[in-house]
């Protein structure tokens, strides 16, 4: 992936070296001032060599991943120059860990004084691409002007808790050159500003950071020949780095505090055209010597990791080969099922939307995090890929984090406690989890699964019911599915919905009568209600939903409501509501697809679907979620496109269907990664990438148009 493709998927340490102007004493006042260099992501048409960014400009800019590995406890998140920026461990939202890790060269030249410089400055063009069929990075990164070429290798073992860099230094000038490879690493574990430390270890030439029981150690088969172990203070330049750039290290052992580090390892001198190979690892894990003892094993070892770790995801990838169908399709449907298994918790079968890219909610609310509406796509999608096992995890983890009433809150951490929130309860969660549970009993053949799990899906039945608007009959008044508003909600009622009819399914499979016909009577309400209140016959399609919340109440109020407006009462505090909310929204297709509560052909969903597919589409193609959509600038959604292709493939339109599809597949990035959003000023990915349920609906879309016809290779001689 060259530098210009990619610029738009990370950057962040780039961006702090060019807004900089590449002064390292500048540099290390950024990254003094606390700034994780993985906030400092700008597209490429806004940035500009200004000087440093100030904190509050850098923190509100996010960052984009160009490509992760994992082995479902430890995820390594990497940026356009290949490192590492980001590290979560001992699960995969565990941390995060880096506040900023750099990587450069020192090079030496006859009768010129030494230079350093660093892979994410100006200069270094560099090209990154996943390894066929695997979770392991290939990159290559070069400075002419340097005459050196940086080829490396990237993977994070199955089994060992280990990141594995592999690198190869070539001289492509014309005279001899001596190098060393530097790594600077400002490591807050848990994202603690203090309370870590920094231990080089002369005698093993390890350098180890650590906290309470995280440990993070790095080692090299190349000989240390400098180091220096700092605390970083705010406000002031950083010691460690400020050393690296001035070729000058304290060669202190210890740093107590808020922490960093700087090495040098010695690579020696290359003859123009020759090559040095090398290895650095990182190893993670929970007892001093548990790292310290892979890191002596398996320095020299790197080959085999790596061979050991392609091994792993290519007889993985045997089972996700679709024969027959485009090498493009087949190529972004692969990697969407393996970025599926690298959001997927090993230890406890969790799915988080997405490697966490915000820690501090400065720009967001967070994505690395575990939602029962995002897991359950997440994991129908691998059980519709035929990954069963993976999809079953999840599953088991969510029924043991099931609460006593029968519902789920809003979102959990992997290990199943609750996550901040902003809207505690978001009731279409609860329906189309146990609709994704019924869909892998219907595809599993599992009845004893269904028996083992009716106990949990019948008290969230329960909960469902119970808490029904006993105005309308129709869902309570909750978040929409954007998290955004609240009101009665027509994508939760027909999850809702699908939550009962499932209920009936399951109880048939069973073979208990009188809860089939519960389930089937709450069913049938429930459809009557969202016919009856939710269709708008003068609109000419069905509402996004109502009791849309607007205003506090007050006791003392004395403007009237208008005959729009109705009173309603949220946890004993009344409000101002608009009765009805006919904003076009994508997730009211949500009633055929996935829901099922009215067919793809019903005239009244074909109408709803025509209006969105006009109203909802952005100048630069893709859908928006919804009329009015300012969320990051209001651009369109990748899982947005996929569920109107979704909808008109069921629906019967090939064509539309597909057109919708390639556009998700035109906007991937070179690593086969979907973002959540498209820039709608220059169609690029602009947030959050990867997303989880982006690649879920890839999935999903591609078995329908697969199953219909679509996306095969045309036979040779156009037979």
């Known amino acids: 992936m060259s530098v210009e493709r990619s610029s738009f998927s990370s950057g962040g340490q780039k961006e702090l070296a060019q807004a900089a102007g590449s002064s390292p004493s500048h540099v290390a006042a950024q990254l003094s001032a606390g700034l994780n260099a993985s906030y400092l992501m700008e597209p490429p048409a806004r940035r500009a060599s200004v000087p440093p960014l100030p904190p509050e400009r850098a923190l509100s800019l996010a960052w984009l ?45 006859e009768e010129q004084a030494s230079q350093v410089s660093w892979l994410a400055e100006e200069g270094w063009s560099h090209e990154l691409r996943y390894l066929p069929s695997s979770a392991v990075v290939s990159a ?271 979102r959990y951490d992997t290990q199943g406690n609750l996550a901040p929130t902003w809207g505690l309860i978001q009731f279409d969660e609860i329906g189309i989890f146990v609709w994704a549970l019924g869909q892998h009993v219907e595809l599993t053949g599992d009845i004893e699964y269904a028996r083992l799990a009716w106990p949990a899906l019948r008290r969230a039945g329960d909960y469902m019911l119970r808490e029904l608007d006993p105005e309308t009959g129709l869902a309570p008044v909750t978040k929409d599915l954007w998290e955004e508003f609240d009101g009665i909600s027509t994508y939760a009622c027909a999850t809702t919905w699908a939550g009962f009819a499932t209920l009936a399914h399951l109880a048939t499979l069973l073979g208990d009568e009188a809860e089939m016909r519960q389930w089937q009577e709450a069913a049938a309400r429930l459809k009557q209600a969202i016919e009856q209140h939710l269709w708008s016959e003068s609109a000419g399609h069905f509402l996004r939903g109502g009791r849309l919340k607007v205003a506090p109440l007050e006791d003392e109020e004395t403007t009237p409501l208008t005959a729009d407006e109705v009173a309603i009462e949220i946890r004993g505090r009344r409000w101002r509501a608009r009765r009805s909310d006919p904003t076009l929204d994508i997730s009211i297709l949500g009633l055929a697809v996935p829901c099922g509560v009215f067919d793809p052909a019903d005239p009244r969903v074909q109408s709803t679907a025509r209006a969105i597919a006009e109203r909802l589409r952005s100048p630069v193609g893709g859908i928006l979620r919804y009329q009015g959509d300012s969320y990051r600038g209001g651009n369109p959604w990748v899982l947005c496109t996929l569920w109107l292709a979704w909808y008109e493939a069921l629906a019967g339109h090939l064509a539309e269907a597909e057109q919708l599809y390639r556009w998700a597949v035109e906007h991937r990035t070179a690593l086969d990664l979907l973002a959540e959003q498209i820039s709608r000023q220059d169609g690029q990915p602009c947030w959050i990438m990867p997303l989880g349920w982006s690649h879920a609906m890839f999935v999903l879309v591609t078995q329908v148009l697969r199953a219909k016809g679509r996306l095969q290779v045309a036979a040779p001689g156009g037979a």
């Open 65 to 109: 991943y160009s490509a992760l590995l994992s082995n479902g406890r430890l995820l390594v998140c990497l940026d356009e120059t290949a490192t590492p920026v980001q590290c979560f461990y001992p699960h995969i939202d565990g941390g995060p860990h880096v506040r900023s890790l750099l990587q450069g060269v020192q090079v030496e030249r």
């Open 140 to 410: 290559r990164s070069e400075q002419s002007d340097l005459g050196l070429l940086i080829e490396r290798r990237l993977a994070v073992h199955p089994e060992h808790d280990l990141l594995v860099v592999e690198l190869r230094l070539t001289n492509t000038g014309q005279v001899p050159l001596r190098c060393s490879l530097l790594t600077y690493a400002a490591i807050d574990i848990d994202l603690r500003p203090a309370g870590n430390c920094a231990w080089y270890d002369p005698e093993t030439e390890l350098l180890t950071f650590f906290h309470a029981d995280r440990y993070l150690a790095l080692g090299s088969n190349w000989p240390v020949a400098d180091f220096a172990c700092e605390q970083s203070r705010c406000g002031a330049v950083d010691a460690a780095f400020q050393m690296a750039a001035e070729q000058r290290y304290s060669r202190q052992e210890f740093a107590v505090g808020q922490v960093a580090a700087a090495l040098r390892h010695n690579i020696g001198e290359l003859s123009p055209g020759a090559s040095h190979r090398g290895v650095l690892l990182f190893s993670f894990g929970r007892q001093l010597e548990t790292v310290r003892t892979v890191l002596t094993q398996q320095r020299h070892n790197s080959g085999q990791l790596l061979e050991e770790t392609l091994v792993y995801w290519r007889q993985l990838c045997l089972r996700f080969a679709l024969n027959g169908i485009e090498d493009e399709i087949s190529r972004l449907y692969e990697r969407s099922l393996i970025v599926l298994h690298l959001l997927s918790d090993q230890e406890t079968g969790a799915i988080i939307a997405a490697p966490e890219m915000d820690p501090t909610f400065r720009s967001s609310g967070g994505y690395g995090m575990c939602w029962l509406r995002d897991g359950a796509y997440n994991a129908h999608a691998l059980d519709v890929a035929g990954e069963h096992e993976r999809a079953r995890a999840f599953f088991d983890w969510a029924l043991r984090t099931q609460e006593a009433a029968g519902c789920w809150y809003q």
